[in-house]
């Protein structure tokens, strides 16, 4: 619940805008992210203060209008609408004005006090860009600045123009639009119609022009508002307006022009390509480029990750003798079980993939800092397009190829919800550090020399999966009118502010750490639970008694109850099946967490998996393991990144499903040949 003494600032702007920059520069750790109420669509707010004021910010989803083409959209005007908002921030990119300024030409006839901030100055600056704010300002009748949001030293105008506007309440300044859109047939007529107080905050102009557009929510509302005798008359003026939407959007086209005319200006000059860029964008040559650059962003991540990574790896060095110790002085086994085997093991495995996290969005926040990954989406958008997907979507793809769970962070790059949860449903398929590992030691064991067989029929699976996947999520994720490529502008190159950088590389990664940590705990605490036993002998253990209870269902996909327990153990950890088959065959000990993430293996396994195992069986198993979900933590990273526990399940199921069906099928080709 919001304080009545703190004041409300909402951040509207479209994609790109630099939102996210101010509202973590502004917020700092005091940030909470959750979901809109039932919606998928990520909610932040955070924190601040000034003067002795208190602020509580608002992140609106990124949009590029006011409309209701998507959840997005819906979302931010309606949340303007509440009245929850003292004031409204638009930001507009200042070296694109003509396109960023659209939002602000959809806002005008809303009611609600706002500024403009016309971010990115200094980009603009570079591009021999200059805007006269004061003379804008005038024009609109609100507060006007130039503004970079990475700068902090700019703040104090930010600051001031905040305070002068929740002081004055300005209102945009719409008579000159307005003047225009009466220019259109039934806008007026329309206009006369619609009665006070349809929305509060939205004045009669703002709904009249979202009726000629058609806009189906605001016309059902005013149609709810009026009496029967007129419901016909509006009914017959809607419908009489064709191609509202580029009627409108042609005014509001002419308004931008018209409020530039005499306050922006820019010094033509001649635009090259850079060696660099010539490199990047060139047909043959660009594609390669890339893929180096990713793979060696990938290698740099592992810099950064290492310290956590060392920390994981100490965490892992306390629960055997603390355990020992505990049980030492008379602490229950069953507890001591939970707080080594559950929690401190849990703990260990997710601060090192965490590392990799971190190490990964502080690389990649850098290429999209100083403009890199623009280019990266530009060189794959047409090839990412057959797929339903935008060039930005290669990066997660390479990236899990180290880890998927790196992968699932690299789509915050993703703007469209739908392409960033096909994007992570996709790279689920492409087998992680850990798959490689493994595979090729099972592989190597069983098969010999067949092993680059073996590997390549695996990556020729991995793209017809990923084929498959596109197909069958696309249609519910990606509209048709989010499949086409790209129209963009490369931005120049500009030096990184590392403040603003690190502030988004901890926030993001604590808040991968909180939600993380809350799936695994419940799922390994679990799989511990079935799998624990007091005698230590696992032929005790619910666990061993459902596996031999579910083999005849098992052997129609070629694995027995031992490797089908590996496969269940595998979507925790790749490394997971080992230990969990070490136990199985040694016929000692308890399957634990610790055996799930990394834990101790038999000296002989090589022999004990040779003499219990048969080839295809050996077969089905590591095409079973290869497709199915990564670990638990790339699980809990879906849905930190998706906000649905809809879609992560959705996810699960169905790689479940299909490693299980890939595993029939190697099965079966295996006892062709063997």
């Not at 998928?40 to 990124?62: C, I, Q, R, W």
Request: hydrophobic residues 50%; contains cysteine; charged residues 20%.
């Amino acid at each position: 619940m919001t304080d009545q003494n703190e004041k409300v600032v909402a951040l509207l702007g479209q994609p790109n805008s630099g939102k996210s920059t101010l509202f973590n520069a502004l917020t700092g750790m005091r940030q909470h992210v959750g979901n809109w109420p039932g919606k998928t669509v990520e909610k932040k707010e955070g924190h601040f203060s000034h003067n002795g004021t208190e602020y509580l910010a608002v992140d609106l989803p990124g949009t590029y209008s006011l409309s209701a083409n998507s959840d997005e959209e819906m979302i931010t005007r309606d949340y303007i609408a509440s009245g929850k908002a003292d004031v409204v921030c638009i930001l507009a990119d200042s070296s694109q004005l003509e396109r960023s300024l659209y939002m602000l030409a959809d806002y005008a006839g809303i009611t609600v006090p706002c500024f403009l901030v016309l971010n990115m100055s200094d980009v603009a600056a570079a591009q021999g860009k200059t805007v006269n704010a004061k003379k804008l300002e005038k024009k609109l009748g609100i507060p006007v600045i130039s503004f970079s949001a990475p700068d902090t030293k700019s703040y104090d105008s930010f600051y001031t123009v905040l305070e002068r506007t929740v002081r004055e309440k300005p209102v945009l300044g719409a008579d000159e639009l307005e003047s225009r859109y009466e220019e259109l047939e039934t806008y007026g007529r329309i206009k006369e119609m619609i009665p006070d107080g349809v929305i509060p905050g939205y004045s009669k102009m703002w709904l009249a022009t979202k009726a000629v557009e058609k806009d189906v929510p605001v016309t059902a509302k005013i149609r709810a508002a009026l009496p029967e005798a007129d419901k016909m008359a509006f009914d017959a003026a809607v419908s009489r307006t064709d191609k509202g939407v580029v009627l409108t959007g042609e005014r509001k086209f002419a308004w931008i022009d018209g409020l530039l005319s005499d306050t922006a200006a820019s010094k033509k000059t001649k635009v090259a390509l850079g060696r660099f860029d010539r490199l990047i964008t060139h047909r043959f040559w660009g594609k390669p480029v890339v893929i180096l650059i990713i793979l060696l962003g990938l290698i740099a991540s592992f810099i950064p990750a290492l310290p956590l990574m060392g920390v994981g790896q100490l965490i892992a060095k306390i629960p055997d003798p603390l355990n020992e110790a505990m049980l030492n002085i008379g602490c229950p086994a069953f507890l001591a079980a939970i707080v080594c085997d559950v929690l401190l093991r849990s703990l260990s495995f997710i601060v090192q993939m965490l590392g990799f996290v971190f190490g990964v969005t502080l690389v990649f926040g850098l290429l999209e800092e100083i403009g890199v990954m623009a280019r990266i989406s530009y060189v794959f958008d047409n090839t990412m397009a057959k797929l339903g997907l935008q060039g930005k979507s290669v990066m997660p793809f390479l990236i899990s190829f180290g880890c998927t769970m790196g992968g699932a962070a690299g789509t915050r790059v993703i703007d469209n919800w739908g392409q960033k949860v096909l994007t992570i449903a996709l790279a689920w398929a492409v087998p992680c550090g850990a798959a490689w590992a493994v595979i090729p030691m099972l592989s190597t064991v069983f098969f010999g020399a067949w092993v680059p067989v073996i590997i390549a029929v695996i990556l020729l699976v991995m793209l017809l999966h990923m084929w498959l996947t596109a197909k069958v999520f696309g249609r519910s994720l990606v509209k048709r009118e989010d499949q086409c490529g790209m129209i963009m502008e490369l931005p120049p190159y500009h030096k990184p502010k590392w403040g603003a950088l690190f502030r988004y590389v901890f926030g993001r990664t604590k808040d991968t750490f909180v939600r993380a940590l809350k799936v695994v705990v419940i799922v390994a605490f679990a799989f511990w639970l079935l799998s624990y036993t007091s005698s230590g002998d696992i032929t005790d253990s619910i666990l061993y008694k459902a596996g031999h209870a579910v083999e005849p269902f098992t052997r129609i996909f070629g694995m027995g109850w031992q490797t089908f327990m590996a496969f269940i153990a595998s979507s925790l950890g790749k490394e997971g099946a080992l230990g969990v088959l070490s136990t199985i065959y040694t016929g000692t000990g308890t399957i634990s967490v610790g055996s799930m993430v990394g834990g101790a293996v038999a000296e002989n396994i090589n022999e004990l998996l040779t003499a219990n195992v048969s080839k295809p069986e050996a077969l089905a198993l590591i095409f079973a393991m290869t497709f199915n979900m990564p670990c638990i933590v790339a699980l809990a990273a879906t849905y930190q990144e998706t906000h649905s526990a809809k879609w992560t399940a959705r996810i699960a199921l169905y790689y479940t499903g299909i490693a299980l069906v890939l595993a029939g099928i190697a099965y079966h080709v295996g006892m062709l040949i063997w």
